[in-house]
C-alpha cells in the first residue's frame, strides 16, 4: 500500500516504537542535540497541517516532560518584588529554561521515531503541591515533504 497524505484514503500509520532487549536499562530521553540542529533540520509547529507542505506518515504523540522544584530563596525575592511591580527576572528565566528543556525532549523523541516535523504542539502545566511545577510539551510527531 502506497503513503497518502494524513487523512486520505490509502494513508498509511507509520511503524510502532522499537522495542528495547532484555536486561538492558530503558533510557527515557536520549540527550538533546544542539538547537541550530532543530532549527535547521527540523519543523514544530502549533497548527495541525502546514501550508505547502503534506503530511506523509504519522508517528503517533511524543512529548517532553520536567519537573521542577522552587528554590525557597528565589520565592522570597519574587514576593517581595511581586508587591512593588516588575519582572520577576530569575523566575522567568527559570520558565524559559523549563520550556526549551520540554521542547528539547518532545523533538529527541520525535527524531528517535524518524519524524522530520511535529504538528499540534502544545504546552501544559501544573502544580504538583506547594513546591513542584509539571511542564509537559507535546504534540503529533510527523514525517513531511513538499507539495508538487
Do not use: H
Not at 124 to 141: F, L, N
Amino acid at each position: 500500500m502506497s503513503q497518502q497524505p494524513y487523512g486520505q484514503p490509502g494513508y498509511q500509520q507509520g511503524p510502532p516504537p522499537q522495542q528495547q532487549p532484555q536486561g538492558q536499562p530503558q533510557q527515557q530521553y536520549a540527550p538533546p542535540p544542539q538547537q541550530q540542529q532543530f532549527q535547521q533540520n527540523f519543523l514544530c509547529v502549533t497548527t495541525n497541517d502546514i501550508p505547502g507542505y503534506r503530511i506523509d506518515t504519522v508517528y503517533g504523540e511524543v512529548f517532553g516532560l520536567t519537573v521542577r522544584s522552587r528554590n525557597a530563596f528565589s520565592q522570597m525575592g519574587a514576593g517581595l518584588k511581586s508587591m512593588f511591580g516588575g519582572e520577576l527576572k530569575g523566575m522567568t528565566k527559570a520558565l524559559m529554561d523549563s520550556r526549551n528543556d520540554v521542547m528539547q525532549r518532545m523533538i529527541q523523541e520525535a527524531i528517535n521515531r524518524g519524524a522530520n516535523a511535529i504538528v499540534g504542539m502544545r504546552f501544559d502545566t501544573s502544580e504538583m503541591g506547594d513546591v513542584w511545577t509539571e511542564i509537559c510539551a507535546y504534540g503529533t510527531a510527523v514525517t513531511i515533504s513538499r507539495q508538487g
